[in-house]
């Protein structure tokens, strides 16, 4: 089994995303590719009162290729009171937000500058709440091909793709609106979070083949 895994950034990313961190011993997190648009590197899924909600952060108008460690958020809109009135509408319900609400709040005060800072400082957070513990590194350039003993999954976990991934296999766990709209899956690894709390590890290891 290769021991590293490349992934692009990500905003709350989802369950599949979450999961490779458990079966590396590295992992490489793609900063020099030139930004691609509608993907999980702005983006998340989670389970609304409505079914299915996707938010974006609105980053600044791109007119040339542009690095994902340079993308600036776009602060024009209040797109942070409105996701955190989602996040709180979606999930005041689950068993265990009012437990890490606290910590995430303070996400959505602060005026990050990069995409890139807010997504590492929110990754920090899940994982600390997940008691894992994981080599993470940042790519120094971007490589086409990254060698072979690197599984590359950067471009393989996107918001418009089929989960077709042989190492991800779906398990259902409870979610706080599955009786009116049936189970979900894949949404941001906050829905396992708010839902399974200290046993979201454990949910999260029995995805992996």
Same mark, same amino acid.
């Given at each position: 089994?290769?021991?590293?895994?490349?992934?692009?950034?990500?905003?709350?990313?989802?369950?599949?995303?979450?999961?490779?961190?458990?079966?590396?011993?590295?992992? !490489?997190?793609?900063?020099?590719?030139?930004?691609?648009?509608?993907?999980?590197?702005?983006?998340?899924?989670?389970?609304?009162?409505?079914?299915?909600?996707?938010?974006?952060?609105?980053?600044k108008?791109?007119?040339?290729?542009?690095?994902?460690?340079?993308?600036?958020? #776009?602060?024009?809109?209040?797109?942070?009171?409105?996701?955190?009135?989602?996040?709180?509408?979606?999930?005041?319900?689950?068993?265990?937000?009012?437990?890490?609400? /606290? #910590?995430?709040?303070?996400?959505?005060?602060?005026?990050?500058?990069?995409?890139?800072?807010?997504?590492?400082d929110?990754?920090?957070?899940?994982?600390?709440?997940?008691?894992?513990?994981?080599?993470?590194?940042?790519?120094?350039?971007?490589?086409?091909?990254?060698?072979?003993?690197? /599984?590359?999954?950067?471009?393989?976990?996107?918001?418009?793709?089929?989960?077709?991934? #042989?190492?991800?296999?779906?398990?259902? !766990?409870?979610?706080?609106?599955?009786?009116?709209?049936?189970?979900?899956?894949?949404?941001?690894?906050? /829905?396992l979070?708010?839902?399974?709390?200290?046993?979201?590890?454990?949910?999260?290891?029995?995805?992996?083949?």
């Open positions: 089994m290769n021991n590293q895994v490349l992934l692009s950034t990500a905003y709350l990313a989802p369950i599949q995303y979450y999961s490779k961190f458990l079966l590396y011993d590295e992992i !490489y997190i793609e900063l020099h590719e030139n930004y691609p648009k509608q993907t999980y590197r702005n983006r998340c899924k989670i389970y609304g009162a409505n079914g299915e909600l996707s938010l974006s952060i609105p980053v108008k791109i007119n040339i290729k542009v690095k994902t460690k340079d993308i600036l958020i #776009d602060y024009d809109t209040n797109w942070r009171k409105l996701h955190w009135k989602s996040i709180e509408s979606a999930y005041r319900s689950s068993p265990f937000f009012e437990y890490y609400q /606290d #910590d995430f709040m303070p996400f959505y005060e602060k005026k990050y500058k990069y995409l890139i800072d807010l997504n590492t929110l990754q920090i957070l899940i994982l600390e709440h997940m008691d894992y513990e994981v080599k993470i590194n940042k790519t120094e350039d971007y490589i086409t091909e990254y060698r072979t003993k690197v /599984d590359d999954y950067r471009y393989k976990i996107h918001p418009k793709l089929n989960l077709n991934d #042989d190492r991800f296999q779906v398990k259902k !766990y409870a979610q706080v609106f599955q009786e009116k709209f049936g189970f979900i899956p894949n949404l941001s690894i906050i /829905d979070l708010f839902n399974e709390g200290p046993n979201a590890l454990e949910v999260l290891k029995s995805f992996n083949n």
